[in-house]
């Protein structure tokens, strides 16, 4: 598996192998760990402000 | 805390400016070398919450008003990954499709180069950001906007 992520890396227009699995081979996981951070925010802010973000 | 220390003011104030530069080149540069776009964001991140140390909360967002709309940056970013993600969907394709495809000619400003993922990448900086400047306000200062929350409780307290 991961020699494959290497040697599909260049067909990927890039040459470093860790951002092109982030945004592209593993595109969907990195998606849900921002929205997982979006909706942390909205925790903390329904906990400490009634969930006024500003 | 000692809110005069003019060390850490002028320090926190100059380091600004070089973050967003650095976090530029590591957007830059990210596909040919390390640096990605959480890291372009926490680097940003890094530098406000220095300011928030030193300023307090109340003071950076006199001196930085644009930090106000945080939450909408937040927003947007995940809009934008979003809509990089499933957008391809639409077309017909699987997820996460991105354009131009393998053997395809790349446009290139240096060693900028402007594809799907570079849109991704922004976004995911977008919403680092956001999403730590909103967090940094809403510990630094919980109380301010609370009032009404207070007033509805001493009502209760009355007969």
């Known amino acids: 598996m991961a020699e494959e992520y290497i040697r599909r890396t260049p067909s990927a227009h890039g040459q470093d192998v860790v951002t092109v699995i982030i945004t592209d081979f593993r595109g969907l996981d990195t998606l849900g760990e921002i929205t997982v951070l979006l909706i942390a925010v909205v925790g903390v802010a329904t906990l400490l402000r009634k969930g006024r973000l500003w | ?159």
Request: charged share 15%; hydrophobic share 50%.
């Open chain 2, 1 to 159: 805390m000692n809110r005069n220390d003019v060390m850490l003011r002028v320090v926190a104030r100059l380091l600004l400016g070089p973050s967003i530069m650095v976090a530029a080149a590591l957007i830059v540069k990210g596909y040919n070398d390390v640096g990605d776009g959480f890291a372009a964001g926490m680097v940003v991140a890094l530098a406000i919450a220095l300011c928030y140390v030193a300023l307090g909360a109340a003071g950076v967002e006199d001196a930085l008003p644009p930090l106000r709309y945080a939450p909408r940056l937040a927003v947007g970013g995940l809009l934008i990954s979003l809509a990089v993600g499933f957008g391809p969907l639409l077309l017909g394709e699987s997820l996460f499709t991105h354009h131009p495809g393998p053997g395809q000619h790349v446009v290139t400003v240096g060693s900028l180069e402007l594809f799907t993922p570079l849109l991704f990448d922004i976004g995911v900086f977008m919403l680092v950001v956001g999403v730590m400047t909103v967090l940094l306000h809403q510990f630094a200062d919980p109380d301010r906007g609370s009032e009404d929350f207070h007033d509805r409780t001493d009502e209760g307290k009355q007969p």
